[in-house]
């Protein structure tokens, strides 16, 4: 009989009920009625391969900690070596730093491809595993020096996202600022997406390229950071219209997503076969 103990009875919970979730290997987890609480009991079922069974505990020992330890740690990283206060920022780089380690953010993807802590920690615990008795805090506390390292590396990427938000919507709010003072140019602007945005006032016309840079010669757009050649998003942030209908193929494209934070509830989103106006060749074909 193995005994697994913990020094905190709700972490020995969790390693109990997942324990006996575990269905594959039939592992037998119990606990001694009026026994210590802390401690959890794998009885050896001598049908289950040995190493199949340690694979089995070292994710359960995984998953305890995942499930108990990992976000305070994170929290504790972010203040002692980062030196974070502020509660907010600290919950959302946290929030940030776990969809890192999840993976559940595809443009997180490129930045983690080398950071599988997952692996990392099931690998430490497995090579921890003792004959008669694992105690879990002692693997946490002395055995887990290269996972908190890359540990802390993931939070650094998180925190870089963090302030790459952070000047993003600043960068926002100051585009939304401008459009919010200036005076509306249309009422009304249709806006047709695509590798290049098209725009119709209320009536169908279409304004081209030579009518919207002769307003936008008028506006400094350079105090944003936008780029001279930029001629989808500058010319409705001259234009300012009272409310913009956007068409698109992509409701989930940037370009599309920062119209949207710019203009909030001034802004309708359509798919693109709903648009109203075509050019002449199109309705003859």
Not at 85 to 92: A, D, P, T
Not at 246 to 273: G, R, V, W
Request: net charge negative; with cysteine.
């Amino acid at each position: 009989m193995l005994e697994v103990y913990f020094e905190q009875e709700q972490e020995a919970d969790v390693f109990y009920q997942l324990a006996r979730e575990e269905t594959e290997t039939q592992l037998k987890a119990i606990r001694r009625r009026g026994g210590n609480r802390n401690s959890i009991f794998i009885l050896q079922v001598e049908s289950v391969d040995m190493d199949i069974k340690k694979k089995t505990l070292a994710k359960l020992l995984s998953n305890v900690y995942i499930t108990c330890r990992e976000i305070p740690q994170i929290r504790t990283i972010l203040e002692k070596k980062y030196h974070f206060s502020n509660k907010e920022e600290i919950e959302r780089i946290t929030s940030i730093a776990h969809s890192l380690l999840e993976k559940d953010e595809d443009i997180y993807e490129d930045k983690i491809h080398q950071h599988e802590l997952r692996d990392i920690l099931m690998a430490i615990f497995l090579l921890h595993l003792e004959p008669d008795v694992i105690r879990f805090d002692s693997i946490v506390h002395f055995r887990l020096h290269h996972y908190l390292e890359q540990l802390t590396e993931i939070v650094g990427l998180a925190i870089d996202e963090f302030k790459r938000e952070e000047e993003y919507q600043s960068f926002i709010n100051s585009i939304r600022e401008f459009v919010h003072r200036k005076q509306a140019e249309e009422d009304v602007i249709f806006v047709l997406a695509g590798e290049q945005y098209q725009f119709y006032r209320e009536d169908g016309t279409c304004l081209t390229k030579e009518m919207l840079e002769e307003l936008m010669n008028h506006f400094p757009l350079f105090i944003f950071g936008m780029q001279e050649n930029e001629w989808n998003i500058s010319p409705l942030l001259m234009l300012a219209p009272k409310h913009l209908f956007l068409y698109t193929e992509d409701p989930n494209d940037a370009q599309i997503n920062t119209i949207l934070n710019i203009f909030q509830e001034k802004c309708s989103l359509f798919p693109s076969d709903a648009f109203p106006f075509f050019d002449a060749e199109e309705k003859e074909s």
